[in-house]
Structure formats: C-alpha cells, structure tokens
C-alpha cells in the first residue's frame, strides 16, 4: 500500500473528518429546542424554575456559536480534541441546565446520550470513554443533586425514589450501551473503508503498471522507424565523408541510434506482453500472477487437472484483466506466507466453469475464524507462537485476503476459503496436500477471451504516404 493510501488511513487523519460547521448546526439546533421548552414549561405549564439563569446558560452556548463563526471557517474540520472539548462542553452545559430544571426528575435528561453517541461515531475509543465517563459522572450527580421544579402552588414536582433511580440507572445503562454500540458500528464501517480504499488503491495501482508498460510498447514501435532511418542514413554518410573527424561522428550518430533501439525494445518488451496481449491460456496468467513470489524459497506448482483425463478439453483462454491478476497474487502471496515448502495450484474447467485453488502445506486456517475469512483485519492466520519469523513486518490483518477477494468478485467470481486434506480434494488423494485451501470459481462465459477477436481497430493507411 502508497503512502498516499497509508495517510488517507491513518487515525490522525481521520480525526479531522469532523466539520465544525456540523457541530455548529447542531448546537444551533439545541440551543433552540432548550429555549422553546423553557418558555414551554415556564409560561403554559406554569412551571417555577430559574428561567433567567437557565436562559443564560443556553446564551452561552449561543455565544460560543457566534464566536466560532466568526473566528474560524466553515470549511474547518476539528481534530480529535478539539471535536472532544466541544462535546464536553455542549454535555457539561446540558448537565447544567438539568441542574436548574429538576435533575433526573427531568425527561430531557435522556439527551445526555447524544454527546456520547456522536462521539462514539466520530472519535477514538479514548475519546469516547472519556467523554461517556462524564456524562455518567454527571448523571449521577443529577440523581442526587438538582434544583427542584415547583408548579404555581409551590408544590415540588419529584418522581418517587424508585422510579428516579431507576431512571438513573437506564440512562447510565444507555450511555454505556449505545456508546458502545454505535462504536462497535462505526469502527466497522471506518475498518471496511479503509479496506476498499486500500483495493481501489491496489487496482489503480496495477492497472497503471498495464498502461505504462502499454506506453512503452508503443513509443517502441512507433520509434522503430526512425531510428532505423538515423541508422542507414549515417551508415551511408561513413561511407561517403572523406573527413576521418565527421566519419567518427556519423559513426557516433549510429551507435547512439543502435543503443536507442535496444533500450526501446528491452523496455517495450513488457508492455507488448502488458497490454498486446490481451487474454492468454489460463497457465500463463496464473504464472504472471505467481512470478513475484517465485524466488521467496517455497515451491510453486501448477497442475492442470483436466489434462489427465483422455477427454479433456484445451485449457481455456482468460482475459488478462488486473482484478485477475492482481487477486490473484494476493491469494498467491498469502500461500506463500504460510507455507512450509511448498504451494500447488490446481486448475479444473468444463463447459461451464472454471476453477483455480490455491493449497498450501502450511497449518491452515484457524478454525473459529473460517466463516470470517476474506473480511478486514482479522488477526494472524496461525497462532502467535508459530508465526513466520521471516517477515516480522507481517501483521496478518486479512486484508490482502480481503483485496483479492473483493477484485476477485468484481469479475464475477465466487472466492471461498476452507481447510483441506488430501481426501477433500476434488481429482486426486494426494495427502500432502493438507493446508489451507482458497478457492476461486468463474462462470466460464464471465472471463473466457474469444482469440480470434482483434486487438483492436486497424489503422487506416494514409494514402499520402506520409
């Protein structure tokens, strides 16, 4: 993965993905709601409280809107603290406010949640407890200790012991849970996200890699013609120049053209096999997708099932597109890691489908984490004491399973992963081969190239000659 795709995932990054202009409406949003339950309970309901200081504290929170529309953009995003001290001080106000009206004996003391919740969406575990272990502090503190609401008799209005405390009790519960479940979501959807950012970035990748070398081919042969022309002309000049000095600087001309010709044609060599060749037998693209891990000291095999029936059919012709290649790779890759010497990958094919499996001799998947295999950042394959010491670096995390999975699908395939022992194995017995097994499953009309069809439109002749 490019820096770029590490700095769009990093936690720093994501935590100026608040605007405050969003908390800004809000408040806004609050702060008008406070007021018309105010005037609500004072002048219809003829409730006594301190509507004066209660409107002052809303003032406040009032003022520090203006103040950050003025001082900042609308356009400003918060970091991770600054979004943190923002909701602190709109649930510390909130709390305030409750203080003035009844405490827990308060319906609107149920909006204590939403600080948390938005915070549980938006920031860090740390910043959510933090801010949850507030508003629980506070909510306790409101059970016990309040100004009490007085109606026009000077009758105080409090709920029953039981029932305040058990108000009490649900909304701290409320905190905690929906905290934490809106946490629990959020952070999934944040994980699935950086897990697509990361397959868009891979295929991107890849995909440049096809044109480049599909640019290099060309500048190769549409180059080809003249610098051949530079050569025979200089040729002819060597020949015909009877000063020695401009002779060996005619000679100089077609050397230098000669080597321009070789660095083109080793240079186009991949971008003609890239991009001109636009489907190839099912061997060759599973080779090119095994090459990067070819030289990593574990052998990689390709068996063709079919070829050992007398009725086979030719091994098909797939289209070369980099979601194949590239998912692939990653299932290739991720054999390798684990293997202890050795990787086979089978292909099968008939009339209707095409089939690849990726086995290697390794201890295959954990059992528990079967069912979630191909999905984000899960935690190493093996266990931690028998982790593969020669790549240190390697976290485990499935998100390279979770790449290929996806680019994998994206051409119509079905990806599965299992465990496997020689006997599970569709043609053969073979008892060696009992790791782990990822298989991929096409409809054959899904990827399967027609190699009569052209490369591409012809190129008119220009009847100038030109």
């Known amino acids: 993965m490019d820096s770029q795709a590490q700095g769009l995932m990093n936690r720093d990054v994501q935590g100026h993905w608040v605007r405050l202009e969003t908390l800004t409406r809000v408040r806004w949003l609050a702060a008008t709601g406070q007021v018309f339950a105010l005037l609500l309970a004072h002048f219809v309901l003829n409730l006594h409280f301190a509507l004066a200081l209660c409107l002052a504290v809303v003032g406040v929170s009032a003022a520090s809107n203006l103040a950050s529309m003025t001082v900042f953009p609308r356009t400003r995003r918060l970091s991770e603290g600054e979004t943190l001290l923002t909701l602190i001080f709109d649930t510390t106000q909130l709390a305030l406010l409750l203080f003035l009206t009844g405490g827990m004996n308060n319906p609107f003391g149920l909006l204590l949640i939403a600080p948390v919740t938005i915070a549980a969406t938006a920031l860090t575990l740390r910043a959510v407890l933090i801010l949850g272990g507030l508003a629980v502090a506070l909510a306790s503190l409101l059970a016990f200790t309040f100004e009490p609401l007085r109606t026009a008799s000077g009758d105080i209005l409090v709920l029953p012991d039981l029932f305040r405390y058990g108000f009490w009790i649900a909304l701290v519960i409320g905190i905690a849970f929906i905290g934490l479940y809106s946490r629990s979501v959020a952070a999934e959807k944040h994980r699935l996200t950086e897990a697509l950012l990361a397959t868009s970035m891979a295929l991107a990748r890849e995909q440049k890699l096809t044109d ?8 190769a042969h549409e180059l080809g013609t003249p610098l051949a022309t530079i050569k025979l002309v200089s040729a002819e000049l060597i020949d015909a120049l009877d000063d020695p000095d401009l002779a060996e600087d005619a000679r100089l001309i077609r050397e230098q053209a000669d080597r321009c010709r ?6 186009g060599q991949a ?11 099912l061997e060759a693209v599973v080779d090119e997708a095994a090459s990067p891990h070819a030289a990593r000291g574990k052998s990689i095999s390709f068996d063709a099932l079919p070829a050992h029936h007398p009725d086979a059919t030719p091994m ?20 390798v890691d684990f293997a202890e010497a050795q990787v086979w990958i089978e292909a099968d094919w008939d009339a209707r489908r095409i089939v690849l499996r990726v086995i290697d001799d390794g ?10 295999i ?12 028998s982790r593969d010491d020669s790549r240190p ?6 998100l390279g399973l979770f790449i290929a999975k996806t680019l994998l699908e994206r051409t119509g395939a079905q990806v599965g992963f299992r465990n496997c022992t020689g006997a599970s194995l569709p043609r053969r017995g073979d008892s060696t081969r009992c790791g782990a097994l990822a298989e991929v499953q096409w409809p054959r009309q899904a990827i399967e190239a027609d190699p009569r069809r052209a490369l591409g439109d012809n190129t008119p002749l220009d009847p100038s000659g030109a």
């Open 212 to 219: 480049l070398g599909g640019v290099v081919a060309a500048a």
């Open 316 to 335: 098909p012709e797939i289209l070369r597109r980099p979601e194949i290649v590239h998912g692939l790779r990653n299932l290739i890759q991720n054999a």
């Open 262 to 267: 070789a660095i083109l044609r080793s240079m």
């Open 393 to 398: 670096e390697y976290e485990g995390m499935g």
């Open 363 to 372: 201890p295959g998947y954990p059992p528990h984490l079967l069912a979630r």
């Open 374 to 385: 191909g999905e984000p950042y899960l935690r190493q394959r093996r266990a931690a004491d």
């Open 271 to 281: 971008g003609k096999d890239d991009l001109h060749l636009r489907h190839a037998p």
